[in-house]
């Protein structure tokens, strides 16, 4: 049972919510004809700038008269996103129950823009401290550091290595717990309460779950948690609230969410989850088509279609469609809306550019496309676009068919470095010589890795080769980010996908017999 009681409630604190937050972010008012949303975003008809991206950047003709694309600009909101949508309504509830009261500390596990959203907390005197385990872009955390948020950065974004004994995510997970125990000691927290959880910790950092780690830590230092991940109010505010309001808007246009597909991404699964199911209770229907980046490609705030899977509020037979677009085709059309005056980020150019697909397949005609945030925190990526070639990914048959053409193979790993049974299997599995095989220290890894310049042992490697030189890893993730880094300095290389542990022949083998704890720093 929810405590509703009134003198549990911090009044003087839901006052300043309302007046400075909740008053300024959709809502629903009563009024004499019934319940209205208030501040509702702006839903634009985007048609005709669509049509001549369609032309000018893909050649592509599209003459379908019925064709109609609205974007959903929530972009606009308090805070620049769409999450503030849910943040206001859970953090509403928490102080109208009892569960938040001023002074107090708010964690959770956020990629940035559901952080960004409860920053406008600060100004209530309350702190907030976001857990990040990815990459974030420059843009992302300076927004966090401006709204005065405390960040722990976990930096997990470097590849697991699956079946190492047990031994490794152990080993990892130590470290990390070290790393976050020293922040929150510099976050003024006392460490003692950490130590007495530490096994807990230690096992959730083992599976990666940082989910559950915001909530535990929440749960020992007597903090507050929003649990977006699994707090059936953010996808409410999506169904109860933006729902409504396209619906509202669509119809003020003479038209009827009955017959238009909405097209968005996926964080938590919230915006997908709420839409899908107010237009299924209101018309029976499908008609959320749910867009993912392919697998290895990073883009800001969404997650790919496997980090979704599994996911309280992934729930794909709700969807209308599930589709995969590659961010590299889609950034000249986050360039061309952007230079047209719209205020569009990342996840926006790749719902656009699936409608597009869409469009040009003639398979639907009616679009809303959520743009869920803008291009402010994204304009230093905007900039390379066009300037910058992106790395190659390569599978283990096409640099095994074209083995010729690569003449240096770079392992770039922080942690493990290969044993002489990987190197042999590289060799033997990418057709290339073991002397072209060329492993760097995991210090010098960790310096490409975290943008401090290109070591001299890599780029002097790079620079010898005639050919190629393609980088691999453990699982493909960090001779990605490798090669990205190395891509922003025009260098071009080559990543090869599933790193070591997805080789054919990889399988027959103990990840031990392959490769080892680097020790070289
Ligand atoms: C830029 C952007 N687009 C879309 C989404 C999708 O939101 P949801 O969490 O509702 O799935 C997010 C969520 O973090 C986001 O940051």
């Given at each position: 049972?929810?405590?509703?009681?009134?003198?549990?409630?911090?009044?003087?604190?839901l006052?300043?919510?309302?007046?400075?937050?909740?008053?300024?972010?959709?809502?629903?008012?009563?009024?004499?004809?019934?319940?209205?949303?208030?501040?509702a975003?702006p839903l634009v008809?985007?048609?005709?700038?669509?049509?001549?991206?369609?032309?000018?950047?893909y050649?592509?003709?599209?003459?379908?008269?019925?064709?109609?694309?609205?974007?959903k600009?929530?972009?606009?909101?308090?805070?620049?996103?769409?999450?503030?949508?849910?943040?206001?309504?859970?953090?509403h509830?928490?102080?109208?129950?009892?569960?938040?009261?001023?002074g107090?500390?708010?964690?959770?596990?956020?990629?940035?823009n559901?952080?960004?959203?409860?920053?406008?907390?600060?100004?209530?005197?309350?702190?907030?401290?976001?857990i990040?385990?990815?990459?974030?872009?420059?843009?992302?955390?300076?927004?966090?550091?401006?709204?005065?948020?405390?960040?722990?950065?976990?930096?997990?974004d470097?590849?697991?290595?699956?079946?190492?004994?047990?031994?490794?995510?152990?080993?990892?997970?130590?470290?990390?717990?070290?790393n976050?125990?020293?922040?929150?000691?510099?976050?003024?927290?006392?460490?003692?309460?950490?130590?007495?959880?530490?096994?807990?910790?230690?096992?959730?950092?083992?599976k990666?779950?940082i989910?559950?780690?915001?909530?535990?830590l929440?749960k020992?230092?007597?903090?507050?948690?929003?649990e977006?991940?699994?707090?059936?109010?953010?996808?409410?505010?999506?169904?109860?609230i933006?729902?409504?309001?396209?619906?509202q808007?669509?119809?003020?246009?003479?038209?009827?969410?009955?017959?238009?597909?909405?097209?968005?991404?996926?964080?938590?699964?919230?915006?997908?989850?709420?839409?899908?199911?107010?237009?299924?209770e209101?018309?029976?229907?499908?008609?959320?088509?749910?867009?993912?980046?392919?697998?290895?490609?990073?883009?800001?705030?969404?997650?790919?279609?496997?980090?979704?899977?599994?996911?309280?509020?992934?729930?794909?037979?709700?969807?209308a469609?599930?589709?995969?677009v590659?961010?590299?085709?889609?950034?000249?059309?986050?360039?061309?809306?952007?230079?047209?005056?719209?205020d569009?980020?990342?996840?926006?150019?790749?719902?656009?550019?699936?409608?597009?697909?869409?469009?040009?397949?003639?398979?639907?005609?009616?679009?809303?496309?959520?743009?869920?945030?803008?291009?402010?925190?994204?304009?230093?990526?905007?900039?390379?676009?066009?300037?910058?070639?992106?790395?190659?990914?390569?599978?283990?048959?096409n640099?095994?068919?074209?083995?010729?053409d690569?003449?240096?193979?770079?392992?770039?790993?922080?942690?493990?470095?290969?044993?002489?049974?990987?190197?042999?299997?590289?060799?033997?599995?990418?057709?290339?010589?073991?002397?072209?095989?060329?492993?760097?220290?995991?210090?010098?890894?960790?310096?490409?890795?975290?943008?401090?310049?290109?070591?001299?042992?890599?780029?002097?490697?790079?620079?010898?080769?005639?050919?190629?030189?393609?980088?691999?890893?453990?699982?493909?993730?960090?001779?990605?980010?490798?090669?990205?880094?190395?891509?922003?300095?025009?260098?071009?290389?080559?990543?090869?996908?599933?790193?070591?542990?997805?080789l054919?022949?990889?399988?027959?083998?103990?990840?031990?017999?392959?490769?080892?704890?680097?020790?070289?720093?």
């Open positions: 049972m929810e405590q509703n009681q009134d003198n549990n409630i911090d009044k003087v604190l006052e300043r919510f309302e007046e400075e937050i909740w008053n300024k972010v959709p809502h629903l008012e009563n009024n004499e004809e019934g319940a209205k949303v208030i501040n975003t008809d985007i048609t005709a700038d669509f049509k001549e991206c369609a032309k000018k950047i050649n592509l003709e599209l003459s379908n008269s019925e064709l109609q694309v609205y974007g600009l929530d972009s606009t909101l308090l805070t620049g996103s769409i999450k503030v949508r849910p943040a206001a309504n859970i953090i509830d928490a102080i109208i129950t009892g569960k938040i009261k001023s107090q500390t708010i964690i959770e596990a956020t990629s940035g559901f952080g960004i959203a409860l920053g406008m907390l600060s100004k209530l005197g309350l702190q907030v401290v976001t990040v385990s990815r990459k974030l872009q420059e843009g992302v955390f300076h927004e966090l550091r401006n709204m005065n948020i405390k960040i722990m950065d976990l930096e997990m470097i590849c697991p290595a699956p079946g190492m004994e047990g031994k490794k995510d152990e080993l990892v997970a130590k470290a990390t717990a070290a976050i125990r020293s922040q929150l000691t510099q976050l003024e927290f006392d460490p003692s309460i950490f130590d007495n959880s530490i096994t807990e910790i230690e096992s959730l950092l083992a990666q779950d989910i559950n780690l915001a909530k535990l929440s020992i230092y007597n903090c507050f948690c929003p977006q991940y699994d707090n059936d109010l953010n996808v409410d505010s999506h169904r109860t933006t729902g409504v309001e396209i619906d808007q669509l119809h003020e246009d003479g038209n009827s969410l009955e017959d238009f597909n909405i097209l968005c991404t996926f964080g938590t699964g919230g915006t997908s989850g709420g839409l899908s199911r107010y237009i299924s209101k018309y029976n229907k499908k008609g959320v088509h749910v867009i993912f980046p392919p697998g290895g490609q990073d883009v800001a705030g969404i997650r790919t279609h496997n980090n979704a899977d599994g996911l309280k509020y992934y729930q794909p037979d709700k969807y469609g599930e589709y995969e590659d961010f590299e085709k889609a950034k000249p059309l986050l360039k061309f809306f952007v230079e047209k005056g719209h569009i980020g990342e996840s926006s150019a790749l719902e656009l550019y699936a409608t597009l697909q869409l469009a040009s397949a003639n398979k639907e005609s009616k679009f809303v496309v959520m743009i869920c945030d803008g291009i402010e925190k994204y304009r230093k990526n905007l900039e390379k676009i066009g300037k910058i070639q992106p790395p190659g990914q390569v599978s283990q048959e640099v095994a068919s074209n083995s010729g690569y003449d240096k193979v770079i392992w770039i790993h922080t942690q493990y470095t290969p044993q002489e049974g990987g190197i042999e299997l590289l060799a033997k599995s990418l057709g290339i010589d073991k002397s072209k095989i060329v492993v760097p220290n995991a210090r010098t890894a960790q310096q490409l890795l975290s943008g401090q310049g290109i070591p001299d042992e890599i780029n002097n490697s790079i620079q010898e080769s005639k050919g190629k030189a393609l980088m691999v890893c453990m699982a493909g993730r960090t001779s990605l980010m490798a090669a990205n880094v190395l891509a922003e300095k025009g260098i071009i290389t080559d990543s090869l996908i599933g790193g070591i542990t997805e054919p022949e990889a399988r027959n083998s103990q990840l031990s017999e392959l490769v080892k704890q680097a020790s070289q720093f």
